[in-house]
Structure formats: C-alpha cells, structure tokens
C-alpha cells in the first residue's frame, strides 16, 4: 500500500489560491489610525534592512519594531484576526503564532524609499513564516508611486492603497513597493507562522 494519498480531492478548494492575495477594506478604522499615530509619537525610526547591511540601491525606508506588550496588544489581536480569517478562507495553512514584531515603515520621497523584489520566507526564524500582512496606513492622495506589488503567474499585480486596508498573502511571494515620488506612504508589516512546510 502506497504511504501517499491518491485522492486529491479534498486539496482542490485551496489549489487556486496559491498564487493569490486577500484583503480586506477599512481592516483598520480611522479610529484605529488614530491611536497608532498617538502611539507611535516620538518613537525613533532607523533605516530598514533584515541583514544589518544596509543596500539602500535594494532598500530604502525608515522602520521601527512595535513591541508586544499591554500597549499594543489591540493591534496584534486585529491583525492576527484578520490573519486568520484570510487563511481560512484561502490557504489553510497550518499557523499558530506571531513570534516576530510588528514592523511599521515609512517609504519618504526625499530618499524614494522602495523595497525591491523580495521574498518574506527565508532562513532562521523566517523560514516558518507562512503569511505576510501589510496594512496601508497613509491615505493614497498623499503620496505618489509607492505601490505594493507582487510577480506571480508571470503577471505583476498592484494592491488596493485605499487607507486601512489589511492585504495578506503567502510569504513565499515574489513582492515589491515601488520608489515614492511624492509625499510619503506608511504601512505595517507582520508575519504568521507555523510549522515547516511539509
């Protein structure tokens, strides 16, 4: 007796869905906004990078780490929500927790931030991510270029920028944010993990 399934039929709901990406309109209300402004003032920002080698010609932004304590508990409890209610409905990944920080990011014209093509799944602690989730803070009238896009299916598709919006997708995507050419664009960025893909 063969040790692999032949019947395929119960994978077929999610088989579409691999290369595609979910959002949800007005994840974060105005409200919500609001508090993660007054949060975040005065906190310091530095220059983005995931290898403590800064290539600003790859990547160009300011970021800082949103902790997970009492004060921003809310935040992580919305997106992990809506972390979940996107996988649900399209992946079935096997997730169960958030063992990185919410990263928040600026994308400023006067250095065109931009985040070249990349990947959310890598080695260490990246390799058990299985979901990427980017909540567009900035209103799209407030910058130019800035676009979140992702490579998938030999086609490139950009994301809605409407402000609130919570995109989630698999963090195997090919992805990227255009350089800002005007105004500033600020996002979130969290990732949810679970076992090795298998």
């Given at each position: 007796?063969?040790?692999f399934d032949t019947?395929?039929?119960?994978?077929?709901?999610?088989?579409?869905?691999?290369?595609?990406?979910?959002?949800?309109?007005g994840g974060l209300?105005?409200?919500?906004?609001?508090?993660?402004?007054?949060?975040?003032?005065?906190?310091?920002?530095h220059e983005g990078?995931?290898?403590?080698?800064?290539?600003?010609?790859?990547?160009?932004?300011?970021?800082?780490?949103?902790?997970?304590?009492?004060?921003?508990?809310?935040?992580?409890?919305?997106?992990?929500?809506?972390?979940?209610?996107?996988?649900?409905?399209?992946?079935?990944?096997?997730?169960?927790?958030?063992?990185?920080?919410?990263?928040?990011?600026?994308?400023?014209?006067?250095?065109?931030?931009?985040?070249?093509?990349?990947?959310?799944?890598?080695?260490?602690?990246?390799?058990?991510?299985?979901?990427?989730?980017?909540?567009?803070?900035?209103?799209?009238?407030?910058?130019?270029?800035?676009?979140?896009?992702?490579?998938?299916?030999?086609?490139?598709?950009?994301?809605?920028?409407?402000?609130?919006?919570?995109?989630?997708?698999?963090?195997?995507?090919?992805?990227?944010?255009?350089?800002?050419?005007?105004?500033?664009?600020?996002?979130?960025?969290?990732?949810?993990?679970?076992?090795?893909?298998?």
């Amino acid at each position: 007796m063969s040790q692999f399934d032949t019947d395929q039929t119960k994978f077929i709901k999610y088989s579409n869905n691999l290369n595609n990406f979910y959002y949800f309109r007005g994840g974060l209300t105005s409200d919500d906004i609001a508090k993660l402004d007054a949060q975040l003032e005065g906190v310091a920002l530095h220059e983005g990078n995931t290898s403590g080698v800064v290539n600003k010609s790859y990547r160009d932004s300011r970021i800082t780490w949103l902790p997970k304590n009492d004060d921003w508990m809310w935040l992580y409890n919305k997106v992990g929500m809506y972390a979940k209610r996107a996988n649900d409905a399209m992946w079935d990944f096997d997730i169960s927790f958030m063992n990185e920080q919410i990263q928040y990011t600026e994308y400023d014209e006067s250095y065109q931030g931009k985040y070249d093509w990349h990947l959310d799944f890598g080695s260490g602690a990246s390799s058990l991510r299985k979901l990427s989730v980017v909540i567009q803070i900035s209103d799209p009238a407030d910058y130019e270029g800035g676009d979140l896009q992702f490579y998938t299916s030999k086609s490139i598709s950009t994301v809605c920028k409407d402000k609130g919006t919570v995109i989630c997708f698999p963090s195997y995507f090919l992805h990227r944010v255009t350089p800002v050419t005007k105004g500033k664009r600020r996002s979130l960025v969290l990732w949810v993990s679970g076992r090795p893909f298998k």
